[in-house]
Each structure stands twice: as C-alpha cells, then as structure tokens.
C-alpha cells in the first residue's frame, strides 16, 4: 500500500521525498523525518496534495518559512505540504503576495516601490501565510494593519475574506479555527512622500540585531505575551513596568528574564541571554528538550507571578 502510495505521489510530485527530516527545513533545526514530504506551487497542486492525503486517510500539516513551529523528534507520520507559491507584485499603493513569499522580502520590495507602512516586517521571520495566520507583528504593528483581503482555501473551496471577516486578534486569526489554508494576501500601503521607508526599515533592522539572538537556530518568540483585562494585587510589589500595565499586556520576555530563565538550559537547548522569549539550538538540541524547558520555564514564570504562559509555537507531531 504505502509504496504503491508513493509512486502515486511521485507520479504527481516528482519533487516529493520520503522519509525526509523536517530538521533540514525548520528554522530551529530540530525535527524527525515526514513520512512524505510535498511542495506545492499553485493552488492547484495543493488541493491535488490534500485530496492524496484524504483519500488515504494520512493526517497532513502545511508550512512555508516552518520559522514557529517545533516538529517532535518522531517526525511526522502524514504529509507535510510545504508551500512553495511565492509569487508577488506591487500596483500603486498596492501588494499582493501569494502565501510563501518571506516577509522580510516583501517589506524590501514595498520600500523599493515607494511604499510605507510595512517597514516593521523586517522583524517577521517566516513567510507571509504564516503572519496572516499568525497576525504576526514586530516593533509595536501587526499584519493586520496592512491587509486589505486574504485567499484561503477553506474546505477545498477558494475563499476570498475581509480584513474584518479575518477575525484578527493578538497572534490569531479566523485560519486558526476554520482549517484554511492561506493562500495569499492583498495589503494597503500608503505612499512615502518623503522616502523615509529605507531609514525606518534599517533602524527596526538594527533594534532587531541589538535584542534577538544571533548565530543560533531558533523558531522565533516561543510564548505569546500575556494578556489581561485587570490588574492582578499580587502584582503590587513585582516591579511590572508601568508601560506593561498600561496596555494590558506584559512582555514574555521580561516575565522571564525576571524570573531568572535568562541562560537556562535543557540538554542543547537554552534560553536566550540575549532575549528571554527565544529558545536556542546551541547544536543539536531535541524537541523533547526544548518541550522540557518550555515546561520549566511555565512553572518558573508562575511561581513568580502567577501569570500562565501561553506557547505562540506550534507543535508538530
């Protein structure tokens, strides 16, 4: 059955593998193998990749940069779609792109054109599908901000959503809950009169070298910042900044750093001196590792100030 599968796959992906390990393609550097992996590069060809894995009841997940993921050390036993549309073009004030453009690509090209508002992305790994999807953001922004519609794939059907009808919410969107797959996305820019994109650009650019660590693999920011509607009197004598209380939001990061995970490490994997909020693969560090400090890390920023944190990562397998 699974050899006669994959000569069904190879017939209609030549460019598929079998066996691969995700390691090779995730940002972290960490991941068994898939059991097959399939790029597509048209809409097309992913419906034809998930119609292979539903006739054959084999589960499937779908990545483009995999910068916010972590795959077990078991791998994947399914079909890992990796999306490979990464087609983009700029009209006026205008840029579509389709899902596996990388963002930080796009942010260059939008300044290029004479375009403002997305300078910001700079500081988004991975690619635009997973932002939308994500609502990822850096340096006070979010993608919401800037997108005018999104093409999903929603129940094999090609759906073309609102700003409004994406249901954007801090690291959230509507294809958290709905199984769509983004396809891609229009976004809004304005026009830079005064050229000023490029020096925002390079000063977020050189925020982002100054707070998040360099020459270790990593998957981004690991928990999402913590959120709350009122003011914990347990907090009184934390020493919380003020700016934190005042948005109702307080930083990942500084929660735990002030708990003394600055440096912490789990076999090869380890908490960033650098950020509190990035895991790093110091060379060859496990997900059982990273999942053991993740732990750690839950249980050290709770028992100092109570507060649960919420992974932004998404586990595989």
């Known amino acids: 059955m699974s050899d006669k599968l994959w000569e069904k796959i190879q017939e209609a992906f030549p460019n598929a593998k079998q066996s691969v390990p995700l390691a090779r393609y995730t940002t972290f550097k960490i991941g068994g193998p898939a059991q097959y992996l399939i790029p597509v590069k048209n809409t097309e060809e992913l419906q034809q990749a998930l119609a292979i894995a539903s006739a054959h009841d084999l589960p499937y997940f779908v990545f483009g940069g995999s910068s916010n993921m972590l795959v077990s ?35 260059r090209a939008s300044i290029d054109a004479g375009l403002a508002g997305f300078e910001w992305g700079i500081g988004v790994p991975g690619t635009i599908g997973g932002a939308v999807r994500g609502n990822a953001g850096a340096f006070g922004s979010e993608i919401k901000d800037v997108i005018e519609s999104v093409q999903a794939l929603v129940d094999g059907e090609v759906r073309t959503f609102t700003n409004a009808e994406c249901a954007f919410h801090y690291r959230d969107s509507i294809f958290k809950h709905n199984s769509g797959i983004v396809l891609g996305a229009t976004l809004k820019l304005k026009f830079d009169e005064e050229r000023g994109g490029l020096k925002k650009m390079m000063e977020f650019l050189e ?18 910042n913590f959120e709350f509607t009122e003011i914990d009197p347990a907090w009184a004598n934390k020493n919380i900044p003020q700016e934190f209380l005042d948005k109702k939001r307080i930083s990942a990061g500084w929660l735990i750093e002030h708990s003394g995970m600055k440096g912490e490490k789990e076999g090869a994997a380890m908490v960033s001196e650098t ?14 590792e990273v999942k053991a400090l993740v732990e750690k890390i839950k249980q050290k920023v709770y028992d100092s100030y109570g507060i649960g944190l919420e992974e932004e990562i998404q586990y595989i397998g």
Do not use: W
């Open 73 to 107: 050390d078991e791998g994947f036993a399914g079909v890992a779609i990796k999306i490979e549309m990464n087609a983009y073009s700029v009209a006026d004030d205008t840029v579509i792109a389709d899902a596996g453009v990388v963002t930080a690509a796009l942010t």
């Open 207 to 224: 925020k982002r070298n100054k707070t998040q660590p360099k020459g270790f693999a990593s998957t981004g920011c690991i928990f999402k």
């Open 275 to 288: 950020h509190g909020n990035f895991v790093v693969n110091t060379g060859g560090a496990t997900a059982a």
